[in-house]
């Protein structure tokens, strides 16, 4: 069936684009699909009983049996700690660590189970989605998982428990899909849109949490080195401003930290490998875009619309000047990065279990038109 989440359009010229309705953070479980796995999370939304701050913040009321020194540990690694107690040979601290992810897979699973069965309650819970968005999921066949919880040890679990899940109800369950590089698939699915066959070119992800920097190597088309970079975090990330002055403000500042980002990544890039990054520049964000605008009501990024129409347009004119070369910026939204990797992919979904669900479907269509207006002095 056509997918409902997405926005085709008729012209060739022009990509497919999610529309902001495939959040799954904001279903509630007003009725539970299943009772007897997690009672206590009925009536919440997704976003009240999954996400990586949750589990740090379980792994932080039980830093004592896990035997974790908070005071010496950021908490971003917390996710990480808790794997490796997955393997600790005191079985108190195994045993916590087990309980902690599996908590948290059997939420998974109902989760899922939720969006498989669409229950009446359910479905009214979300105003925003028609019968057409909930028989979608309930024909998707494939689960894709990727991010920080959804690598190694962790992500195994997480998957045992939503098949539990599934199996406690009777219901044939979800194919879900594990990688073991799933903390880098976004980097990946944006290095498929670099045109160039060879050289160097700076991939960047613009997260909630933190700016995630590489520069990609290609040689006769195929990839020969991804480079990581020291992330940077993410920085002037409220969604609420008191007034439009304070939005420019603030937006003005997160554009100014996002351009020296990008310049810091550029700059290296060229210093390490001793040779002129290329003029595509592409990066994912935590935002919906539609040709390099992004949403306006979503996510810590939406100031930025205060700055321009096409954001992506404000990064060319900027980056342009200060690294003194023609750019190209090709903004993506972060799930549909992550989707790219898997564009041979039917009835399947990719979910990032991040700061919060990200979603992204292999089926949709970038195209990057471009039109050089540099006669004119305006932007692409």
């Keep these: 069936m056509q997918n409902p989440f997405l926005n085709r359009v008729s012209d060739p010229n022009k990509s497919d684009y999610l529309t902001s309705v495939c959040s799954i953070n904001r279903i509630r479980l007003r009725k539970l699909p299943i009772y007897g796995i997690d009672d206590e999370i009925e009536g919440l939304t997704v976003k009240e009983f999954f996400s990586t701050k949750l589990v740090i913040d379980e792994i932080k009321r039980n830093a004592d049996i896990l035997e974790i020194d908070l005071e010496n540990v950021p908490e971003k690694k917390l996710p990480r700690i808790l794997a490796k107690k997955l393997d600790d040979e005191n079985n108190v601290i195994y ?29 009214e819970a979300r105003e925003d989605w028609t019968d057409k968005h909930w028989e979608y999921w309930a024909q998707i066949s494939d689960i894709i998982l990727v991010g920080g919880l959804a690598s190694g040890k962790i992500g195994e679990i997480l998957k045992e428990q939503v098949n539990y899940v599934f199996s406690f109800d009777g219901t044939v369950p979800y194919n879900i899909f594990l990688y073991d590089n799933a903390s880098d698939v976004g980097v990946l699915g944006c290095a498929t849109q670099i045109s160039a066959s060879d050289g160097v070119n700076v991939v960047m992800d613009f997260g909630q949490t933190s700016i995630k920097r590489c520069f990609v190597t290609k040689s006769g088309g195929e990839i020969t080195e991804i480079k990581n970079l020291e992330p940077y975090p993410s920085k002037y990330m409220d969604w609420e401003m008191p007034s439009e002055e304070e939005k420019l403000r603030q937006a003005k500042k997160l ?27 592409v990066i994912s964000i935590a935002s919906y875009t539609v040709d390099g605008a992004l949403n306006a009501e979503r996510s810590g990024y939406a100031k930025l619309c205060s700055l ?9 004119w900027d980056l342009s000047g200060s690294l003194r070369k023609d750019v190209i910026v090709k903004l993506i939204h972060d799930g549909t990065a992550i989707a790219l990797n898997f564009s041979d992919r039917k009835n399947t979904v990719c979910l990032s279990l991040g700061s919060y669900f990200g979603v992204g479907f292999p089926e949709t269509k970038l195209i990057w038109p471009f039109v050089d207006n540099s006669q004119n002095g305006e932007s692409r």
């Excluded at 890039?269 to 002129?276: F, Q």
């Design 255 to 281: 554009h100014k930290y996002l351009i020296k980002a990008i310049e810091d990544t550029y700059n290296t890039a060229k210093k390490m490998t001793k040779t002129e990054p290329n003029s595509e520049i």
């Design 308 to 316: 321009g129409v096409n954001y992506a347009e404000c990064l060319w």
């Design 95 to 123: 045993d916590e660590a087990l309980r902690i992810t599996k908590k948290f897979g059997n939420r998974l699973g109902l989760l899922f189970l939720a969006l498989k069965k669409g229950d009446p309650e359910n479905r």
